[in-house]
Nanobody
Framework: VQLQASGGGLVQAGGSLRLSCAAS????????MGWFRQAPGKEREFVAA????????????RYSDSVKGRFTISRDNAENTMYLQMNSLKPEDAALYYC?????????????????WGKGTLVTVSS
């Protein structure tokens, strides 16, 4: 599975950005896609994730407390693409954002549960 993240950029505090992550290659019938971020000098942390089952059409999502209510994760199954709509951005949201793919559910906040990682897309928030 290859992941291509895009959509990062420079935005003022209070502004919005939408990140995209396109997955290609052989995915499974039930999988999880997620976003993590890493600021300079800090550990990579969980942001949000969403699961999808092709057969049952069941989907679940989860957010970190720091972004809940401001960020929304979604997916386009036909395009194998995941999105992260980020609103009310704060300077502390600035980081390199990575998309990740897990071959099986459930949704997890743990990095080691994800099998594939994309290159990051940089989000900069000016105050």
């Amino acid at each position: 599975v290859q992941l291509q993240a895009s959509g990062g950029g420079l935005v003022q505090a209070g502004g919005s950005l939408r990140l995209s992550c396109a997955a290609s290659g052989r995915t499974s019938s039930s999988y999880v896609m997620g976003w993590f971020r890493q600021a300079p000098g800090k550990e990579r942390e969980f942001v949000a994730a969403i699961s999808w089952n092709v057969y049952t059409r069941y989907s679940d999502s989860r957010y970190s407390d720091s972004v809940k209510g401001r960020f929304t994760i979604s997916r386009d199954n036909a395009e194998n693409t995941m999105y992260l709509q980020m609103n009310s951005l704060k300077p502390e949201d600035a980081a390199l954002y990575y998309c990740a793919f897990a071959l099986s559910p459930p949704v997890s906040t743990l990095r080691h549960r994800y099998n594939y990682w994309g290159k990051g897309t940089l989000v900069t928030v000016s105050s």
